[in-house]
Nanobody, 124 residues
Framework: QVQLVESGGGLVQAGGSLRLSCAASTRTLNQNAMGWFCQAPGKEREIVAAINWSGSSIYYADSVKGRFTISRDNGKNTVYLQMNSLKPEDTAVYFC?????????????????WGQGTQVTVSS
């Protein structure tokens, strides 16, 4: 059974930084795209960033461009989200997700495996 375990969330002041990590239980996901999604209270889940297996294709939502960096270490079966210059509007539960098949997608419905989520709270 594939498991994704996130860590690194927490409470931070505006302008601060956090680094989220997502460890996969299997190296078979190393060939697949992975992404970070977020869901704020009362809002739909939305994509934050995505990365293909090699890191050669990366996507960022406009709201996080220049502030967040997604990366992956396939040797450690782990994907990261470095979050800098955090804003109160970044407050949400952040989920790591992985596709079960090859190919690129920015749609949450295309991702088969999800972590439990980690809370990020940015105070003003």
């Amino acid at each position: 059974q594939v498991q994704l375990v996130e860590s690194g969330g927490g409470l931070v002041q505006a302008g601060g930084s956090l680094r989220l990590s997502c460890a996969a239980s299997t190296r078979t996901l190393n060939q697949n795209a992975m992404g970070w999604f977020c869901q704020a209270p009362g809002k739909e889940r939305e994509i934050v960033a995505a990365i293909n297996w090699s890191g050669s294709s990366i996507y960022y939502a406009d709201s996080v461009k220049g502030r967040f960096t997604i990366s992956r270490d396939n040797g450690k079966n782990t994907v990261y989200l470095q979050m800098n210059s955090l804003k109160p509007e970044d407050t949400a539960v952040y989920f790591c997700a992985a596709k079960a098949t090859l190919g690129w997608s920015l749609q949450g419905s295309s991702y088969s495996y999800w972590g439990q989520g980690t809370q990020v709270t940015v105070s003003s």
